[in-house]
């Protein structure tokens, strides 16, 4: 009989301790589940606040774009051949635009911009490709890409408002990049040809800005 109640005795220890050594492996396999969910809603809010701005993206390309261009130091040339990259740029957030805007008034301007922009680029970049190659010396032209990178500088990194207000804003500050890169070129110019195109350039980009300048003026978010 004593020896029954020892073996009760163990038997109910025994179970004692597998309820327990579950009731821990529950709370850890719990505590994990907790720790997986929350850093899989960390990742999904930041994925979630990086991938809004298309217009950014397109603008971050552009820039590596014409970065990496290969100019050769002689301002017609080098001139010619990184604005037509800058045109590239301004032509695919255009088409963003036009595809996802709802602004009536900036879907016409970005498709206006796109016909325009693609006749120049064309012209541009042929000229660029018949130049005959010049020294490496790529010092006095250098000063062409500071415009892209100051605009890079500034820009903010706002991913909440819609496209329209991206294309009006991040289209405003491409414009003003073109049209300082236009001005630097200006005064170095051999080629009277592209000294006109690079006036027409400031011209006609100072126009669309103030448009886009004066639409984001009446649409405030």
């Not at 294309?167 to 630097?184: C, D």
Request: include cysteine; charged fraction near 25%.
């Amino acid at each position: 009989m004593r020896k029954n109640r020892m073996n009760r005795a163990v038997l109910l220890c025994g179970i004692s301790l597998f309820f327990w050594f579950c009731n821990q492996n529950g709370a850890k396999t719990e505590t994990g589940n907790t720790a997986k969910t929350e850093e899989h809603s960390g990742s999904g809010m930041a994925a979630e606040g990086n991938n809004s701005n298309k217009m950014m993206e397109l603008m971050h390309e552009n820039m590596t774009t014409i970065q990496e261009a290969d100019i050769n130091g002689d301002p017609d040339h080098d001139f010619a051949l990184l604005m037509a990259k800058h045109h590239e740029g301004a032509i695919k957030m255009a088409e963003e635009e036009a595809a996802n805007g709802t602004d009536s008034t900036l879907v016409n301007l970005a498709k206006q911009t796109i016909t325009k922009q693609k006749e120049e680029q064309q012209v541009l970049q042929a000229f660029a490709d018949n130049q005959r190659e010049a020294p490496k010396d790529t010092a006095n032209t250098q000063v062409l890409l500071q415009p892209m990178k100051n605009m890079m500088a500034k820009m903010g990194q706002n991913t909440n408002a819609s496209t329209d207000h991206h294309f009006a804003s991040l289209m405003s500050m491409h414009h003003q990049s073109g049209i300082e890169m236009a001005r630097a070129y200006i005064p170095v110019a051999k080629v009277p040809e592209i000294r006109s195109r690079a006036q027409k350039i400031i011209n006609d980009q100072q126009q669309e800005k103030a448009m886009l300048d004066k639409w984001l003026q009446n649409n405030k978010q």
